[in-house]
């Protein structure tokens, strides 16, 4: 797996150089800035003498299979700082220049370059042997964006061109495929299409509205969540949106999130921050009275709103929000109760995804603080220790696999963290478990032990389902809409043949309301196939439709959404059978 992982990098790598070649063949008056392989590919930035437009991708994808074709070497040499600035002046290219100066202010003498046909390109490598090592038949060029030079907004836009290259075309076909399907399950277009949320300019940027469809959603989640977590002895708690800025300098998240805070000035000039977290809050809870080791574990768990100040180009859809409705959870118990602590929260983890049918994809990061820099992190070396050993040991007792992971861990302790891939392969961390002795020492949080002494708890921090928002966009994309009948924000659609069967529809609607089963009667004067197809989008998984035989009968022919047969069943059979399927979370 490690060797096919490097050879596809060193595609990756080489591939952005031939798109390179192909850009100065193009536009011989190009300045070129960088090209490196990313996680779904590769891209390079360029300063060009006009805007790109997307039928530019397949006459430069032409010239790229013409280089590949030449099959030109990759070849390296090594040469002083001064001949490459030279070089590099000559042909003109200020933004090589640039980065050269920036290796000689490091202390580098020498720097690396590759030529390959005409293109002569600064270079740390490696590269495979020759362009005509790729297959011609198993690249692409997907896309053009704009993207500031090094990254920073405040320098000059440079146009990017993404690509992705594979060993073989049927690599290359998946993934054309997968892209196809992310389109279709896009989390944007489907809470369009389903009326799940929406946005305002009035309101702003990263400030997501819930209609009612997608209200529902969020409140199953979270009645769910609640219940299981119930199970485990965590309690409800409710703190403020706000606080004063005292409490995230005394936690340390101040410093950690900087700009990151809001901050609010009252008409008193009073202080305060729009919470980034709730942890420092429920610290307060906890030590609003005294506290015994017979209290120990104390659970509490909250879905409130935490406010990050994001940057705007990073803002979009729900994945990346200003406000964010996060499912957290910390307990405080005993040195002693924390290894169990641990396993039942993986143990809720493990559950609530193996019911989402997400479990099967998984890994786990045993995220470890960075050795190299302890002025990182908060707290004591000798915490530390012991918290990474308690994961550990949990990771080998429970069979996890964990993978270490150094410099992933939070501020205050390291963390296990579950990291699963959706229907698309695409990866997303969203539960986590982390260890904490810090924060209690740090707000002089204690309880009395068993010999009447004073102690400080442990802080286990938790978040099964994280932020609703990044969640529920998972959801949609992993269900492509079409959502487990329990989440499902109508689960039943009735729809009488005609007009004159209307009363009953409106009696088989009535009896589902009883039994608590979300349902819409769709009467609207059109053709019943217009108003089955209509549902259908909506991905309801139940449609029932009623006419002359099921009103005489007492029955409901059911249609189940994607499948084309259908069924007649008596009414109270049909609500018996629901109900189990939605007290079951299939």
């Not at 779904?40 to 991708?57: A, C, H, K, S, V």
């Not at 202010?105 to 600064?122: F, M």
């Not at 993986?346 to 019911?355: D, G, K, L, P």
């Amino acid at each position: 797996m490690t060797n096919e992982k490097n050879n596809l990098e060193l595609l990756k790598h080489s591939t952005a150089h031939i798109l390179a070649g192909a850009v100065l063949e193009m536009f011989p008056e190009a300045k070129f800035g960088i090209g490196p392989a990313i996680e779904n590919g590769f891209y390079y930035d360029f300063q060009l003498p006009r805007t790109l437009i997307p039928e530019d991708l397949p006459l430069l994808e032409e010239k790229m299979r013409e280089i590949i074709k030449a099959n030109h070497p990759f070849e390296k040499a090594e040469i002083s700082i001064k001949e490459a600035l030279e070089h590099f002046e000559k042909v003109n290219q200020p933004l090589k220049v640039e980065l050269i100066s920036d290796l000689q202010k490091a202390g580098n003498e020498t720097v690396t370059i590759y030529k390959s046909g005409n293109l002569v390109d600064l270079c740390a490598g490696p590269h495979i042997e020759s362009t005509g090592k790729i297959n011609f038949k198993a690249f692409a060029l997907t896309k053009i964006s704009g993207a500031y030079w090094k990254g920073d907004e405040k320098n000059q836009q440079l146009q990017r061109i993404y690509g992705v290259v594979f060993e073989d075309k049927e690599g290359l076909k998946n993934y054309l495929h997968l892209v196809e399907e992310a389109a279709k399950r896009d989390h944007r277009k489907l809470g369009k299409e389903l009326d799940l949320f929406c946005f305002s300019d009035l309101v702003g940027p990263g400030l997501p509205l819930f209609t009612p469809n997608g209200t529902i959603i969020k409140d199953e989640l979270q009645k769910h969540i609640e219940k299981v977590c119930r199970g485990y002895g965590f309690q409800k708690v409710s703190t403020p949106h706000l606080a004063k800025i005292d409490l995230y300098e005394k936690s340390g998240h101040a410093q950690k999130f900087g700009a990151e805070l809001f901050q609010v000035t009252s008409h008193y000039k009073q202080n305060y921050v729009l919470k980034p977290v709730q942890c420092p809050h429920q610290t307060q809870i906890f030590a609003s009275k005294p506290r015994s080791y017979r209290d120990l574990p104390i659970r509490y768990m909250e879905s409130e709103k935490q406010y990050r100040d994001e940057k705007p180009g990073e803002i979009g859809g729900l994945q990346r929000v200003i406000a964010i409705t996060v499912e957290d959870g910390h307990s405080f118990c005993t040195v002693d109760q924390v290894k169990q602590e641990v396993k039942n929260m993986v143990e809720i983890i493990q559950n609530f995804y193996t019911s989402l049918g997400l479990w099967e994809n998984h890994w786990i990061s045993l995220s470890v603080r960075d050795y190299a820099h302890p002025e990182k992190y908060i707290g004591d070396a000798a915490d530390w220790d012991e918290c990474e050993k308690i994961l550990q040991d949990v990771s080998a007792e429970m069979g996890l696999g964990a993978i270490k992971h150094e410099g992933e861990a939070a501020l205050y302790g390291p963390k296990l963290d579950f990291m699963f891939r959706d229907a698309l392969g695409k990866e997303i961390q969203i539960p986590t478990v982390q260890l904490d002795f810090a924060t209690p020492k740090r707000f002089e949080l204690e309880y009395t032990n068993n010999e009447g002494g004073k102690s400080s708890p442990v802080m286990v921090h938790r978040a099964i389902l994280g932020s609703y928002e990044r969640f529920i966009a998972l959801l949609i994309e992993h269900f492509a809409g079409a959502f487990p009948l329990w989440l499902s924000p109508v689960q039943v659609a009735v729809l009488p043949i005609s007009e004159k069967f209307a009363q009953y529809a409106a009696e088989v609607k009535s009896k589902l309301l009883v039994a608590d089963i979300r349902v819409e009667m769709n009467d609207k004067a059109e053709s019943l196939g217009k108003r089955i197809s209509e549902t259908e989008k909506q991905k309801t998984p139940y449609i029932i439709v009623v006419g002359e035989k099921e009103v005489a009968d007492k029955t409901v022919a059911v249609r189940t959404h994607g499948v084309k047969e259908q069924q007649t069943l008596p009414l109270d059979e049909f609500i018996e059978k629901i109900m189990k399927e939605i007290i079951n979370k299939k």
